[in-house]
Every structure is written in structure tokens, then in C-alpha cells.
């Protein structure tokens, strides 16, 4: 007998088109909530990857805490800025709501989160319900606010982040990213499917920033893709849509001040999205899907997309990718990763060293005190914008999580530009000093400016602490201050309500 | 380069074939040629088709006729198109024209992409497969194994 | 029938064993041959490759003198070294004869060519001949012997080169290779059909140097592989493959030393076998036939080896490349392999422009006259090293024939490792110089030192020409001296026989 057409399986659930929960999906897709609960898997490692969250800068000490390929500058180079306090390696979905309610990034020893609510962004569903209710007012809003208001399980990324409940077509959550698409005239509803399958990441695994009021909503997040995907096009998108007022970067976005360089840094995240468009499998049309969202078969017959999101290399039979390379090896396929990750990681680390060198050069030539060349001040801004240029490239590589994978050659040439930056900067800054700093600056970058291993909120509390390394000493030792928050729970009691404003 | 498209005084000789292909196919008109026009050692036959028969051979789908993908399933629509093929088939082979590059058509990759899905209708009810525009997108190397050294896929004629 | 197992076609010719001449070989093989002839066109070019024999360090003129993409400065870095009279792009095999006979590398104004007749190695079939004539005594003789001893176009690169002339097997001519494969315990008759379609070509498409006497027959070409394909791997095994006696730099083999900066030199030559063996295709097996020899049909029937060995993308449907990516445009393949190229060419240039300032670097710090470090002279040696290293470096992809295409990990890697060793040596000549050097190296390298647009044997011998450039006083003025050879014509008559030494 002929058989029947095939057709693409369509759903009506009955879940409300308001649904949040995870556990709610759960009767009607029994196998995909449990690939989704394998995201707690948080033991296996791969030898760049994997899902154990240790701290990243810390290749001193042995996993969980540390791991062998860990940066070791990047307290350094992240220095007065929370990511300076406390950054993991990310783990499975299932963990977003509980990592970022422990995360020392946020500051839990005040009332003030020190961050917006825009964090919450990425982690949760609730997103939809807190932005509809509160407008573009909700970005601004103290991060702390909300900590109490969703469960750490049954909110943490989840079904509704990309589906809609009711029929379980993908469908985008994230404001940034509706923002975007409606600037390049695009609807998601009308992208082919192979398209949602890497933009539904798409909402999250991306370079963001939180907007400076005079262009929008204050602290809303933007993703700055106006003119392109790659590292020049995003610096240069900084250069004018920010409010800074600091001689040589007016009008450019900042996220801080390094406080050693005194250098107006940008901070680069997770660009997975903008690293994978161009690089051999993107632009092949091969999603993140593909990788991470293979089909499987759970109960032996039915085939599915499992929803358990990590590492492809974590299975020993690379089955993800075997199903278009079918002609090779697993064995094959991870040595071809590793040829391409081992060069990656060598010139990441090379490039973290010039940069941290670039923020000693600097420093030593503000502080320099001798005679200067006539053009000093424009030689001091041409350094930090040089050391500003050299950190975003290194730090677009190394935020990205595929370690170069997502587009090799890509990875590798930024890195090398951002090699050449950051010496420019150390050139430059030598040349403002009257080259009097060359000989400082020769040697070893270990031991002139050791890495910081350990730094946190609570340890910048601690003068004692804050005499261990040179650099801290242009960091402000803090207040003492007890411990306000520890995940949803308050440790203190809620201050006074303020008295209202007499009037 | 395409003889058959660009070349005027080719257009006679494709009609003519056209007719004589199409009135082998109907006067014999029996099941067996039909069957046997659609297997591999038919196809295989011809020298431009080693490299595809010895791939199709040594794969996972080597006991399917070449026709099970290359040709409409529907009987009302494998007829004109076995004879459409045929004819160019032949008509290439005897006018020496055969490109360098034996490449997949559109129609030739829908036609595929059909079968497929013909043939794997469970496999495509529960999850849908059709993320991307052809099956093979994902499974490249069905049946024939592109990406494999020439080498092991082909040598020069004698 | 049933389809058998691909195999080359098998002949039996009414060639003699020893055959030679290319032409010989039309009668049996027209259509090979045909394709063959096709090496004389002379005039595509693509983005980066081609087949007009512009000078590579020509980025003023245009074709065919000179060409966007050339590197400027090659004259430079090569200074004292035979390339840097005269290095034209590479062109189709039947043209090897007619090259070498005219370029400016040998001494055509001396009796002596001032290189060895290994120079031949790769030039010619009658190799086989003169080797078989001469044994190990052939490689230390003057090149200009056997100028008049082939005919340039039957015995150019050819048939005989690959093939058994009555089988027509493929088949190694190259002593260097054969000597390679012996020290591998492998017989290339036993390997795979796969592996001779490229080893055929690692015969000449490879890194080679002259071997010197303490190691066995004086100017053999060996290829430096003991350890491996890499360029770390090459770079070890020159450590201690010379005769070398220079302090510091004992038993390394040295190509030239460099007279600006006194530095022991290596000079690459065409990678491109080491390049593409781990590579993305040579690692997949994807061998130099597949791409640069694929079948075609000359006669609209037969399928056949193209013999035009050439840039693949001079096609416009890259059906070369096609044959295993049937689902990519031509368009699109062409815009990834620019994607890599662009890229790789980027990281050349800046890898050349620091190369040029260790040069610089070093000889200031070797003239510096004020009072010097202790360990002077060991900075100066290791100086040096690293001059010698990230030369060699960059070497190896600069000469390399695809832009990094071949390998573009390991193009774009070894190229930043290049600029990291060369800069190391620019930081440490200028710690040589106690650091009094810095403010004239800081700056535009193209103003410090200008890159060499003319260069030859005869311009050498000007003085007028020798005062042009602040780099051509470390070369000696030669003396001028008549031109004795154009191709194979003899333009002065032959020195009188020496007279027999009195015994
Ligand atoms: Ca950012
Ligand atoms: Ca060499």
C-alpha cells in the first residue's frame, strides 16, 4: 500500500498561552522534559568544555573550583568591574535561576544589587510577564527586586522561553532580539525554520550591552549588530552610541573604568550567535540546533530534539555530529576540534598576557612624572583606546564558549589583532613615559604584575587582603557589610520603609 | 558547455530520441522493462554512472533499486519523467557530451527528496525532519558519499 | 555489471623504461597531454593566485610586473640571499625550464652560478639521468654545467616525473623523498592509491634545504621531517642539522646570515605537502590530484586526470571542488576560501612588518656603542634566535602557495607565533641596547626602514643604485661583470681550460 504523507507534527496543547512553568509541559511532553532535566548533569568535562562550573580564572587548583585550562588573568583584566568578583563556567539551563541568585557579580551585602534588573533576562520566562508589567520602567529596577519572585526550578530557562505553550512553535521571548530583527525589517514568524533553530540561541548566547539613557530606555539590553557580526563592526558600534564625556571616547559606550589603566573598557559576553554566523557551519546553514538539539530516540522508537544542551563532545560517540559526518570517527572528529581549540587556547593566553602588560604600561606612564613629549595627552589617549580595542577582540574570543570551534579562522585572526592592539598600547604608552618605562616593562608580565587568584566582594571588605597585590591598591577597600541575600533568602531584615516625602 | 541547452542543431536530435525512448517505454510497456530500467545494474551500465553505482553499492541503501530515489514514486509521473531522463541520459552519452561535473538538478534533488521522505515517513511523523531543505543537508552521506577522497570513489576511464 | 572497486587505469606503452621527453609521451596519451599543454596559459589570475609570474614583492606595479597583493617586504628580509634578486610568482609546470633558466637567483654573470645543481631537483625528469650519471657528486656541482644539457621543453617538469613511462604507474623520481620514505620504513609502491595522488606532489610542493658535507653527500636536498610536518617540528630539527659554529648558534643549519642584523637564517620554500597534510582536507584524505588534477572529459566521453595543474578557483564552476561539495555554489565555495585567505593575508603583512623591525632592532642594539648589560652578548644571541624563528615562521606561510587556504589553523596560528617570536626579539635587542634604542624603533616601520622595491645581481654592481637604501651598506658593492648566460645561450666565451695543476 502507499504510504501515507509524511507530515510535520503539529501541537495543540492544553497549556494557557500565559504559561511559565516548566514542570506544566511536562504531561504533555513527557520525553522532552526529561532530556530537559538532564541538564542537571554538572559532573562531565571535555578537555576545553563541559559542565562543571569552576571558577574561570583559576588554573591553580583542581576542578570543581579550578580547572587546568583556566585564564589566570582574568580578575586583572576585569578589575573594578563584577566580573571581577565571581565567573564560572557556565553550566545546564536547569542552573540559570540558581547560579545567578549565588553569583558574587551581583551584590549581595547591600540593598542595592549594584546591577540592574536586566539580568534577569536570559534566565527565565518571567521575563514576558515582569517587562509586560512594568514597561521599559523595568530594566532600571534594582535586580534584588525580584529575586523572590519566581521558583528556582520551575522558572529557570525554560519551554516558553522559545516555544508558545499553545502549539508549540518557536517563537522569541527576548526583547533585544525582537528589537533587532524589526531593525532589519524581519519578522521571526516568517524566517524559515532553519533559521529560528540557531536564533532562538540567538536570544541569548550573544554580546549585549545595557543602554545609556539618552539613547532609550535606561539599562534595557541591546545587541549592538547595527553594522555586522564581527569584532571591528561591534567596536566600532561602541564608538558612538554611548554617553561617556571622557576626553577621546565622547559619545562612545563604556561598561568601566579600569581603575589601574584608568582605561574605558568594554566588556564582551558569550557571542556565540555573531562568532558561529560566519564560520564554517553557520554560514553552511548548520544551526546550533544541529549540534546541540540532535534528534534522538528516548523510549527506543519515537524521535525527538533532546533538549539537554551542553557540550556535543561530552558523548563519546559524537552522535550530533556524525550525522553529517558520517564518514568519519568520533575519534577523528574530537582530534579535529582539539587541532583547532589547542591553537585557539595558545593565542588566547598569549593575548590575555599583552593585554594585561597594555593596562601596566599605561599606568606607569599617568604616573609617570619626568618630562613629557608635547603630544603626551594624545599619546595617553591613544593608548587606552589601543588597550580598550586589544581587550574587547581577546575578551570576544574568550567569552565565546566553543574555545574557536564556532569559526576558527575567525578566532584565530582576532586574536592576533587583538595581539597587535594591546602592544600598540604598551608601544604607545612607552613612547608617552619618554620611553623611560621600556625597562619596567621588559620582562616576564608574571612577575611584573602577578595574577590575582583570589578577589571577591566580601574579601575587598578586607584591608589585609587588599595589601596582596599591587594592583588593588587602586580599588577602594570597602565597608564592612553583613550578607543581605543568599539565593531567595534575606539574611537581614528589610530596612524601614523610607518616610514619605513630606509635601 | 550544455549541448543540449545552448547547441540549435542539438534540438532534432532531442526530439527524435525523446519519441523513441517514450515509444520504447510505452510499447513494451511491460512492468519488467520498467523494473529492470530502474536497477542499479541497468544504471550501473553506463560508465558515467560507476562512481554513483559503486557509492550506492557500498552503502546502507544498496538494495534499493536507483529508481526507488530517481524517480517519481506516482506511476502517472515516472513514466514522462523516465523517459525525460532517459533521453538526456542517452542523449549526452551517444553525442558526447557528458559534462565533467555530473551534478544533482533541482529536480533530480526533489524527486530524491520525495523518496526519502516516502520511505522514511516514521521516522518523520514524530519529529519533524524537514529543518532544512533536503534530507541530505543532514545526511550527506546518503547514498553516495561525497565527501570521501576521489580516490575511493572514482578513477579515469580506460 | 556489477561496479568494481575505482583503479587506476592500467597501460602498457611502447615507451622506453628511460624515457624523458615529454613529447614522447603525446602519441600514446594525446588527451593527458592535450591538458597538459594547457600549464603554457599564463595570464588568469584570481583574488590571491594564478598563473602571471609577477614579482612577489611588487605592490606598485601592476600585472604582470607587480600585483596588488604582493608582499613588500621580501627584498628585505631576504637581503643577501639569492630570493632576494629575483622571486616570481609560480606558474604552470611547463614553464619550471624556462624559469629557471632566467631567473636572477642564479649567477648569471659568473661562471660560477653561486648555487649548487641541486637547483635542478625539481626542474626536470633529467634528473633521474644525471643522478644515475653522476651519484652523490652530481649535487655539489655548479648548476650552470647542465644548462645546455636539456632541451626546455621536453624536459621540463613531466610525465616521467610521476610516471613509470611503460606502465604508466605513478612512480617517485625524487631522491629526497625516497631517502624520507626509507627513514620511514614505507615503500611508496606500498602505499595507497590516495596517498601517492599527493605524495607525487610532495616532491617538489615541499620545504627542502642543502645538505651540509658533515652530514653526508654535500648539497643533497633533504626534507627537514624527522620530526614532523609542523613548524616548531622543522624549526628543532634545523637546531642540529648544520655545521654551524657561530656562538650560540653551534650545529644549526643556516641558509644565510642575514647582513643587517648578523642573523643565522633559514629560507622556506613552498610547504604546501606539510601545509595540507593536517589540514582540514589533508587530515579528511582529500588529496592535491582531487583538487588540482580532477577529472574532466576532454572528449565529452572518457573521463580522464586533468594535467593542468593549476589554481582551482581559475574555474569558474570550481568543478574541482564540486565534486565533493555538490550542494555548494561556486559563489559561495569562492567567498570561504576568501573568507580564509583575507584573513590569513592580514596576519602575512603584519608578520612581515615585524620580522623587518627585529632586523632593525638588532643591528642598532649591535652598533650601540654606550655602556651595555652584562649579559650583552646573550641577549644578543637570543635576539637573534628569535629573529631566525619568526622569520621562519611567517616563511613557511608566505611561501606557501595558498594563502593559508591549505591549512588555515595552522597558517593563521604559526603566523601570530611568528609575530610573538619577532617581536620577543625586537624587546629583547632593544633590552640589549639598554633600552636607548626604543624611541627610534617606535614609530612606522615603513618610514624606519622603507621597503626595497629594486633589487639584482646587476643593480649591486652599481653603487649609484647600492646608496638608495640604508640597508644595502651591509652588502658589498660587487664587481661589475659581463652577463655570461641568457637561458641557454652563452653570451662570452668560455673561461680557457685551467691549466692541469703542476704535479
Ligand atoms: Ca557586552
Ligand atoms: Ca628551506
Known amino acids: 500500500s502507499e504510504p501515507s504523507e509524511p507530515m ?42 563541559g559542565s562543571v562550573p569552576y571558577n574561570k580564572h583559576d588554573n591553580v587548583n583542581p576542578l570543581p573550583e579550578g580547572y587546568k585550562h583556566a585564564q589566570p588573568y582574568l580578575k586583572n583584566l576585569w578589575l573594578g568591574y563584577p566580573f571581577s568578583y565571581e565567573y564560572r563556567a557556565a553550566r545546564g539551563h536547569t542552573y540559570a535561576v540558581k547560579d545567578i541568585l549565588h553569583i558574587d557579580r551581583l551584590n549581595n551585602y547591600s540593598e542595592k544589587a549594584g546591577l540592574p534588573s536586566t539580568c534577569w533576562n536570559c534566565k527565565t520566562p518571567k521575563m514576558m ?17 525580584f529575586r523572590q519572585k519566581l521558583d528556582v526550578d520551575d522558572h ?47 536570544q541569548c548566547h550573544v554580546e549585549y ?24 563592526d561591534m567596536f566600532e558600534y561602541y564608538k558612538t552610541h554611548g554617553n561617556t564625556t571622557t576626553k577621546g571616547f565622547e559619545g562612545n559606550f563604556v561598561d568601566w573604568v579600569h581603575p589601574v589603566s584608568k582605561t574605558p573598557m568594554l566588556k564582551a559576553q558569550h557571542p556565540e550567535y555573531e562568532t558561529w554566523i560566519n564560520g564554517v557551519h553557520g554560514s553552511a546553514g548548520v544551526t546550533c540546533a544541529d549540534c546541540h538539539m540532535s534528534y534522538t530516540r528516548l523510549d527506543g522508537k519515537k524521535k525527538m530534539s533532546t533538549h539537554h544542551w551542553t557540550s556535543p563532545l561530552k558523548d563519546p560517540d559524537l552522535r550530533a555530529c556524525r550525522q553529517c559526518h558520517t564518514d568519519k570517527t568520533p575519534d577523528y572528529l574530537r582530534q579535529r576540534v582539539l587541532f583547532t581549540q589547542n591553537k585557539v587556547w595558545e593565542q588566547l593566553m598569549v593575548a590575555q598576557d599583552i593585554s594585561v602588560k597594555a593596562h601596566e604600561a599605561i599606568r606607569m606612564a599617568a604616573e609617570y612624572t619626568g618630562p613629557k613629549p608635547a603630544d603626551y595627552d594624545d599619546l595617553m589617549i591613544e593608548a587606552r583606546q589601543m588597550c580598550r580595542k586589544g581587550q574587547f577582540f581577546w575578551d570576544l574570543i574568550s567569552a565565546e564558549n566553543s574555545v574557536g570551534f564556532h569559526n576558527p579562522t575567525k578566532a584565530l585572526n582576532t586574536l592576533a589583532q587583538s595581539q597587535q592592539y594591546s602592544q600598540k598600547a604598551v608601544d604607545v604608552a612607552i613612547r608617552a613615559a619618554a620611553f623611560t618605562t621600556a625597562k619596567d616593562l621588559d620582562g616576564d608580565i608574571k612577575k611584573i604584575v602577578p595574577p590575582i587568584l583570589k578577589h571577591s566582594r566580601e574579601l575587598q571588605m578586607d584591608p589585609a587582603h587588599m595589601a596582596t597585590h599591587k594592583w588593588f591598591k587602586y580599588l577602594p577597600v570597602t565597608p564592612k557589610a553583613p550578607r543581605v541575600w543568599d539565593g531567595q533568602t534575606r539574611l537581614v531584615p528589610p530596612p524601614a520603609p523610607a518616610a514619605a516625602p513630606a509635601s | 558547455m550544455n549541448a543540449l541547452r545552448s547547441n540549435p542543431t542539438g534540438r532534432p536530435w532531442r526530439i527524435m530520441l525523446l519519441a523513441a525512448l517514450a515509444g520504447v517505454a510505452i510499447t513494451v510497456g511491460a512492468a519488467l522493462a520498467m523494473t529492470a530500467t530502474d536497477q542499479a545494474l541497468f544504471c550501473g551500465s553506463c560508465h558515467s554512472m560507476a562512481e554513483a553505482a559503486l557509492t550506492h553499492k557500498r552503502s546502507p541503501h544498496a538494495k534499493l533499486a ?17 523517459a525525460k531522463e532517459g533521453t538526456r541520459d542517452i542523449y549526452s552519452t551517444t553525442l558526447g557530451t557528458i559534462p565533467d561535473l555530473i551534478h544533482p538538478g533541482e529536480e533530480t534533488k526533489d524527486v530524491v ?31 553516495h558519499t561525497p565527501k570521501l577522497p576521489i580516490a575511493r570513489r572514482s578513477a579515469a576511464d580506460v
Chains 1, 3 share one sequence.
Open chain 1, 129 to 145: 510577564e515582569w517587562v509586560k508589567e512594568n514597561g521599559d520602567a523595568f530594566w532600571a529596577k534594582d535586580f534584588h527586586e
Open chain 2, 66 to 82: 536507483c529508481n526507488e530515489c530517481h524517480a517519481p514514486h506516482n506511476l502517472a509521473a515516472k513514466l514522462p519523467f523516465k
Open chain 2, 113 to 143: 527528496q520525495a523518496n526519502c521522505r516516502r520511505c522514511h515517513v516514521a521516522s518523520t511523523m514524530t519529529v519533524s525532519m524537514e529543518t532544512k531543505k533536503y534530507c541530505t543537508d543532514c545526511h550527506r552521506h546518503v547514498p
Open chain 1, 156 to 202: 529557570t530557562i525554560g519551554c516558553a522561553n522559545c516555544h508558545e505553550p499553545q502549539t508549540m512553535e518557536l517563537r522569541l521571548y527576548s526583547e533585544p532580539l525582537k528589537d533587532y530583527l524589526k531593525s532589519q525589517n524581519k519578522e521571526f514568524k516568517n524566517l524559515s525554520r532553519n533559521e529560528k533553530r540557531a536564533l532562538v540561541c540567538g
Open chain 1, 209 to 232: 550591552y545595557f543602554q545609556d539613557k539618552e539613547f532609550g530606555a535606561a539599562k534595557k539590553p541591546v545587541f549592538p549588530w547595527a553594522n555586522g557580526f564581527d569584532p571591528e
Open chain 1, 8 to 49: 510535520t507534527p503539529t501541537y495543540k496543547t492544553k497549556l494557557s498561552a500565559e504559561e511559565m512553568k516548566n514542570s506544566a509541559f511536562k504531561a504533555e511532553f513527557p520525553l522532552q522534559y526529561e532530556t530537559y532535566l538532564r541538564n542537571n548533569e554538572s559532573q562531565i568535562m571535555t578537555e576545553y568544555g
